[in-house]
Each structure stands twice: as C-alpha cells, then as structure tokens.
C-alpha cells in the first residue's frame, strides 16, 4: 500500500471521526486515501478555524482533534489554532504536508521549516521520513495529545513520503490508567481542612476535562465547602447550587475576591496557570492545597504548600471518604458574599434599555439555553459578563478561552460543538470584532446542513479594549470601526439573518431560532457605555461593604 494509506489507517485506528482543514496539492495522497475511508473531512475557508475546530473537538471529547493544512502559508494559518490548543490544554493533532524531501524541483518556493515553527506551540513536533515510521509517529502524537496534560502535536507528511510504497500496521494504544495520589498526600491535605477555619473550593480548568463532576459534586454536598470558578472551570458543579460564590472572571475586587480573601485555606483543583490567576498568593497569606494531575508550576503568585498529584477524580474521591463537615467550619461571611453578589446581578438583569445592557443580555441568553445547551464565547469585553454572570449548570458548557484569548474562535468552535452533540442546543456568541476574524466559516455551517445560533453584539468597535481604555484614563481613540450589514451579509451565505430591535424581543427571537432548522446570524446592537462605570467602580464598592 503506499504510504498515506497506512497513515489514514492509523488514523482511524485512534478512532478519528473527522480532519478539519484545507489540503494543498502536497496533501493530494492524503486526500486521495481519505477518499476511501470513514473518516469525515471537514472542509472549511481558513485554516485557522479548522484549527479551532479541531481543538475544540478535542476539549469536549478528550480525543484528539485532527486538522490538516498544506505546506508553507496552509501551515502557518494553523499557528494560532496551535497556541490555543496548547495553552487551553485541549488535545489536537495538525498534519501538514510538505514538498518532496528525497529530491524537489522548486527552489525554496513556499518553504518554511514548519515542524521548527511548531516547537514552541506544541508537545511534540516530527517530520515522517519513511513510510515504516507512520505508525509509531502516528501514535506517539495522539498518546501526547490526549495525554494530561492535553496539547497540540503536528506531523509533517511529505509529498514524497506519502506516495512511498511501505508496509505494517497501525499499533494499538496501550492498557494504561493515570497514576493516582499518594495517600500521605491525601491525609495531610484532609488535616488541614479538618483545622481550617473558612476552607473554600476553587475549581479550574483540569477539573473541566475529565470525569470530576461528580465527585466534587458529592465533596461539596458532604462537606457544605463553598466553591468559586475559574472562566475554564465553569459548570463542573451546577452553579445553581447554593455554596456557589461566583466566578473568577474579574482580575480583583469582585464580589468572589472578596470570599477569596476571607478563606484561610483554598482547595484548588484543577488550578492551571495559563489562566488569569482566581486569586494571588503572598507570603503569609491563605493557604493553598494544590489538586491536580500534575505538580504547581510554581510562580510568583502561586505557591502551594501541599499538593495532591494524581488522577483528580480519585483524589476527591479519596477527600470523600474521610472529609466530614466539621464544627469548627464558619461560613457565614460566604453566604453573604452570595447574597451581596446575586443581588446586584439581579439588578440588571430585567433593564428594558436598548441597544441592548451585558447583564440583560446574559439573562436573556440564560433564560432560552437549557442546562446542557452550549455556548461558545469569542473573545470580548461580553467574556466577563457571561463568565461573571451565566450560572452554568453542566460541565464544558460555557465554552471561552481564557489561555490564549484569541479572538475568531467563537463561531468555528460552536460549529465543532454542534457536531459533537447533535441533539443539543448550540450558540456561538461573539463580538462585531472577533465574528469579522471568521466570519467566511458561516459558508462552511450552510454547506454542512448545521443548526446553529450565531449571536453577534454590535457595538461597532474592539469594545474589550476600549474598556480598558476607558479605565486607564485615555482619550477614546483608535478602536471604532463600521460593520458590514450583518442581515444582509448572513442572507449572502445562504444563512437566515435577523435583526432584534428591543431587548424584550431577544429571548422570543433566540427561541425560534434555536428550533428553526439552518444557520441563524442575529445582529444585536450592545450598549457598553457603562462597563466602566459597573466593572470597575460599583462592583468594588458593593462588594467592599459586604
Ligand atoms: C486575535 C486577537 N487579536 C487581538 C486581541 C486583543 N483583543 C482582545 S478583545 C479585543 C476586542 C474585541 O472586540 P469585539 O470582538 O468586537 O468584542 P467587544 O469587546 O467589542 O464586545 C481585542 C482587540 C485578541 N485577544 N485576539
Ligand atoms: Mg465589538
């Protein structure tokens, strides 16, 4: 067989379901061999979004999303999609092909060194120089992928290489279980909550990947520990519950900061430093348990003193077996936290304004999604507000990026997460700014036949930064733009597109699109005027008075 052959067969031996992606004529044995395969290739307008794709498969299945690009610029189109998979932990794989390697007739043209451009953007980065190798290198790439921590992994598959005649097998992924931790671990971090005074749980991104949920669900209805979110860490534990104190989305002065202040000791799992940080540790300060897969990448603000390492779901599982509520436990400044918290929330959520206010929109937006609906955030100042905001109520439902906070992946990874889960509601919500990055994928969804949400705030400018603009005390400068008609440009791909004109239409609109079959593109006019006013002043004074 020749070589790209074995390559789709290994590729289908990890149990790969679709490549998301652009080929270039270096790829054509590839793609001829894909031909006859099960594997769905998912063919998209930008290389970039099919790297969001890809990883966002591999965020909500935990097996490696796979992309394809060709050489040169198809590669180089893929580096974003790189660096967010491989800061927000999710597992993916990138093929590239490549010119000729044995002998080439062209020059330099489109050469770039694409497995020394990966390096820093991946776990692992290899060119194929012979067909015998495709099925160790094939493996090794996915056991890296998927492996905690997940990341992004490339193979380049040269033209030559992929047209070679070889022979073999795809090898089998091993018997393999993660370690768990040891029960020293266990039992020293269990006496220090026995002793703690105000314990608190702060749940982050790990925790959101793998099977957690119900442990710590059961952790905190044994013990009654209130628990706070990282923007990754939503919806491991229903927010709904009553010892939720709210999400970390802000950087200080929230309402959670200040229950975060108040413990003396912290139960971080999950806790990944590619995120904003949920809280800042100085000497003398609370005490932290670090609980994770792997060890505390020590830092200037974190600096655990125990860590539990190994599998987090056994860890918790062991917490529950000996953790019983104690005495000594005080949580009554939390629960006012909690109420301080939901009452200011509560204020905005009914402002009849229009362009449409942040908290009335994430209210709206809660209202129509059910519990298992999914929302994918693109990058904007409206991030904080859904985080802040949005009670998630099952993991991986609430899909941002705080790792890399790229702009452009709202639109392909609700699109990734309708194909995941076809029979549950899915919206992309993204700024007038980052919908424009991908907005050519509409194209892709219509072709694909998806049902899908696509909500667009419009506020005619980079709106994220001029609130920081605003903050810091400069002149409004540099960040407005005009928009394309939004209707129009939706009807131009063949998808539906509306237009709401009060903020009492929203919730209506969002529920007819969300069962009439098609991609729907709403184009909602967002009034940020007073985002400083709220996130940077109110906030701080109501919560300091709690
Ligand atoms: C690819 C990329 N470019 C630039 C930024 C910096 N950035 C963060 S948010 C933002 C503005 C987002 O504007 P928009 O999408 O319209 O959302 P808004 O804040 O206006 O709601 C910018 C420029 C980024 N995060 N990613
Ligand atoms: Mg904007």
Redesign the pocket.
């Known amino acids: 067989m020749k070589a790209s052959d074995l390559f789709v067969r290994a590729l289908e031996n990890e149990g790969v379901e679709y490549i998301f992606g652009i080929p270039g004529e270096e790829n054509l044995d590839l793609l001829d061999s894909l031909s006859r395969s099960q594997i769905r290739l998912i063919l998209t307008r930008h290389e970039q979004a099919a790297g969001f794709m890809a990883a966002t498969y591999g965020r909500l299945t935990g097996k490696a999303g796979v992309c394809l690009s060709t050489l040169g610029p198809g590669a180089t189109n893929l580096v974003?999609a790189a660096a967010y998979a491989q800061l927000g932990g999710m597992p993916m794989l990138m093929i590239t092909g490549q010119k000729p390697i044995k002998t080439s007739k062209q020059g330099q043209f489109q050469l770039i060194d694409i497995v020394d451009t990966m390096r820093p953007l991946t776990k692992y980065t290899h060119q194929i120089v012979s067909g015998s190798n495709i099925p160790s290198r094939v493996r090794e790439a996915f056991r890296l992928a998927e492996e905690e921590r997940p990341g992004a992994t490339h193979l380049e598959l040269p033209e030559d290489i992929a047209r070679e005649e070889t022979s073999g097998n795809p090898l089998p992924a091993s018997f393999a279980r993660r370690p768990s931790a040891e029960e020293k671990s266990i039992r020293e971090a269990v006496g220090r909550l026995e002793g703690a005074k105000h314990p608190l749980l702060v749940i982050g991104a790990a925790a959101n990947r793998r099977l957690t949920s119900r442990m710590l669900r059961q952790f905190v209805e044994q013990t009654e520990i209130p628990f706070v979110t990282t923007q990754m860490g939503k919806g491991v534990i229903d927010e709904d519950d009553p010892r939720f104190l709210g999400n970390a989305a802000l950087t200080e002065g929230d309402f959670v900061h200040r229950a975060v202040q108040h413990a003396d000791l912290i139960i971080n799992v999950g806790h990944d430093v590619i995120e904003k940080p949920p809280f800042i540790m100085r000497e003398g300060g609370v005490q932290v348990i670090h609980v994770n897969f792997f060890s505390a990448q020590v830092d200037p603000v974190y600096f655990p003193q125990v860590e539990v390492i190994g599998d987090i779901a056994h860890s918790v599982w062991q917490f529950n077996e000996r953790l019983r509520k104690q005495a000594c436990w005080d949580f009554s400044y939390f629960a006012k936290v909690r109420e301080a918290s939901a009452a200011h929330q509560r204020e905005g959520a009914d402002d009849p304004r229009f362009p449409i206010y942040p908290q009335r929109l994430v209210a709206e937006v809660r209202r129509v999604m059910p519990d298992d609906g999914i929302i994918a955030l693109?990058?904007?100042?409206?991030k904080i507000w859904f985080a802040r905001n949005y009670p998630a109520a099952a993991p991986n439902t609430v899909l941002l990026d705080n790792a890399l906070?790229?702009?452009?992946a709202g639109l392909p990874s609700a699109m990734a997460a309708r194909l995941v889960f076809p029979d549950r509601k899915v919206m992309a919500i993204?700024?007038?700014?980052?919908?424009m990055?991908n907005s050519q994928e509409l194209e892709t969804a219509v072709r694909l036949g998806l049902q899908l949400v696509v909500l667009i705030?419009r506020?005619n400018?980079?709106?994220?930064?001029?609130?920081k603009q605003d903050h810091m005390g400069f002149e409004s400068f540099g960040l407005d733009y005009g928009n394309p008609d939004f209707v129009k440009y939706a009807e131009s791909y063949g998808a539906h597109g509306h237009r709401a004109t009060s903020a009492d239409q929203l919730a209506p609109l969002l529920e007819k699109c969300h069962v009439e079959p098609g991609v729907h593109v709403i184009d909602l006019p967002?009034d940020?005027s007073e985002n400083n006013r709220i996130l940077n002043h109110e906030i701080q004074e109501r919560s300091a008075r709690v």
């Not at 693109?378 to 409206?382: E, F, K, P």
């Not at 993204?430 to 919908?435: E, K, L, N, S």
């Not at 980079?462 to 609130?467: A, E, H, R």
């Open positions: 974003t693109d990058n904007g100042i409206y906070a790229a702009m452009g993204c700024g007038d700014g980052g919908f990055m705030l506020d400018a980079y709106g994220m930064i001029k609130w967002v940020y």
